[in-house]
């Protein structure tokens, strides 16, 4: 027969027990009120506890008793609070979820309005119809420059003329684009 605290069942020296200490005040933290300190995890009856371990009920007293099945409850509880603790820490946003502190820094979650989502539709629209009024030297190096994502030194070069010239075009383009997008 045998008698172990939880600290030797949790490091696994013993699997197999006939009884259990556990400190109720470590398991349940400030939680706890009970007189009893402690409590013995088994399936015998009080007065065989105090038989076969006189020390221990001494030392222990008072106590509660608890069943065996206790201990499974327990130990899944506990295997379930560490998974979820575990998760919290490898997973968890630093500014959490309320108060609308997330959308302060991640303009991503921040949904858009109609009267937003419809406004910013309109100045696309005009946007590709004013670059479509532009001359077609324009029109092309802008292309170029905005979708092909060339630098002004291919442009310049595919072209045939200078750099200034390719810089000037875009300027020109980039302000009647915007001139046409105001009105």
């Not at 200490?21 to 409590?39: C, D, H, S, T, W």
């Not at 302000?175 to 105001?182: L, M, N, V, W, Y």
């Amino acid at each position: 027969m045998k008698i172990i605290t939880a600290t030797e069942c949790i490091l696994g020296k013993n699997t197999n027990f006939e009884c259990e200490i556990i400190n109720l005040k470590r398991e349940y933290g400030n939680e706890y009120n009970g007189k009893e300190k402690y409590a013995f995890i088994t399936d015998l009856p009080e007065n065989q506890i105090i038989e076969l371990y006189p020390e221990a009920a001494n030392k222990y007293s008072p106590y509660l008793l608890l069943p065996k099945a206790y201990k499974d409850i327990r130990n899944c509880y506990i295997k379930n609070e560490l998974k979820y603790r575990s998760r919290h820490y490898r997973y968890c946003d630093v500014f959490g979820y309320t108060d609308g502190i997330s959308e302060c820094f991640h303009s991503e979650i921040i949904s858009e309005t109609l009267e937003n989502i419809v406004f910013l539709k309109f100045k696309a629209q005009k946007s590709i119809h004013s670059i479509e009024m532009l001359p077609e030297p324009q029109k092309r190096r802008l292309k170029k420059f905005l979708f092909l994502n060339k630098k002004i030194i291919e442009i310049a070069s595919e072209e045939c003329v200078t750099k200034a010239a390719i810089s000037a075009s875009l300027k020109l383009a980039f302000r009647k684009i915007s001139k046409q997008i105001d009105d």
